[in-house]
């Protein structure tokens, strides 16, 4: 079964992992330095806080699977539907490692699929894990093919 997943950027981490508990009804299952999460069942989520990124903030969203079939599966949708992709294979970053890979919305708005391997004692093994501006990974830029969807306007 699949899991939602959205990451926030934080000022404040202590303030706000007080704020989520009492918002979830629970306390997190990880909490580091400069990060907290929380995997709830009920909704079935994985929720992340961090001090890292360069604005406060929805950093990104994503699905997590608990299986490697699941996670093709989602890789599979996207490459079908021509979607911009970028496979980051087996990676580290949120104190995890995953086998991961990232679209971007027509927003702009980084999406990662992933699946947890394992967990890992440091945010991420990547030499420039603090250049990134991402709280957690890097996320492609938007690549896809544009549509011209015809809007109707409601005005007059």
């Known amino acids: 079964m699949k899991r939602f997943h959205i990451h926030t950027h934080v000022e ?3 303030k706000n992992i007080v704020f989520y508990s009492a918002m979830f009804g629970a306390e997190p299952t990880r909490v580091e ?3 907290a ?6 909704p079935r989520i994985n929720f992340a806080i ?4 360069s ?8 699905i997590q699977t608990d299986t490697e079939e699941e996670l093709a599966e989602l890789k599979s949708r996207a490459e079908s539907a021509d979607l911009s992709l970028h496979d980051s294979g087996e990676t580290t970053c949120c ?6 890979h990232w679209l971007t919305d027509p927003q702009g708005i980084a999406w990662e699929h992933f ?42």
């Open 33 to 35: 330095s400069d990060y």
């Open 55 to 62: 604005k406060h903030g929805i950093d990104h969203l994503g």
């Open 37 to 42: 999460k929380w995997m709830l069942d009920d």
């Open 95 to 100: 104190y995890a490692r995953s086998d991961k």
């Open 12 to 14: 404040d981490l202590q």
């Open 115 to 156: 699946h947890t391997l394992d967990s890992i004692p440091v945010f991420s093994e990547q030499e420039n894990a603090a250049a990134v501006t991402s709280a957690c990974c890097p996320a492609p830029k938007p690549q896809g093919k544009p549509l011209a969807i015809p809007v109707k306007s409601s005005c007059c």
């Open 50 to 53: 961090s001090t890292r990124g």
